[in-house]
């Protein structure tokens, strides 16, 4: 049997999922899990906002993984510091994440995975892009009771003719 809490984000639409017959989903703390999820993701918005590479990365684990829209892999925090910190110098120039849908599913006490539906924003506009539209899935691991980013795969969404 599976639980499905679904709620509103802002002007995103969250999806909750744990499986109720699974022992390790009884031990998951969603309202702390989930406000833990919010503050890595307003961390990595801000962090975008102002074009912080090691801010961005510090919402991730040491050893984590990163890929990017167009296939690049960067590895480590440190990598993922530099790498997001070249991307904001070269090609990102002051734009803003917007969410349009999440799910959530836990696949364990401590692990997550998210996938989540954004796109960027260029100021002051507050709608989407057509051509600005990603699907990323975050892998969460929670270690020494904190929460971080183990993995990232960005895609953009690109419809089929």
């Not at 919010?38 to 074009?51: G, K, M, N, P, V």
Request: proline share 4%; charged share 20%.
């Amino acid at each position: 049997m599976r639980t499905r809490i679904a709620a509103a984000v802002g002007a995103a639409i969250l999806t909750v999922v744990a499986s109720a017959a699974s022992p390790q989903a009884q031990t998951v703390d969603s309202k702390g899990d989930l406000a833990a999820f919010d503050r890595i993701l307003q961390q990595q918005h801000d962090a975008w906002y102002e074009e912080d590479g090691a801010k961005f990365a510090a919402t991730f684990t040491k050893d984590a993984d990163l890929v990017t829209f167009n296939g690049d892999h960067l590895t480590t925090r440190e990598g993922i510091a530099k790498g997001m910190q070249y991307y904001f110098d070269k090609y990102i120039d002051h734009t803003q994440l917007k969410d349009v849908d999440q799910h959530i599913r836990f696949a364990g006490p401590n692990m997550a995975v998210i996938v989540r539906t954004s796109c960027q924003l260029v100021p002051p506009s507050t709608e989407c892009r057509p051509d600005s539209l990603s699907r990323n899935t975050n892998v969460l691991v929670k270690r020494n009771g904190k929460w971080l980013q183990e993995s990232f795969q960005n895609t953009r969404v690109v419809p089929l003719p």
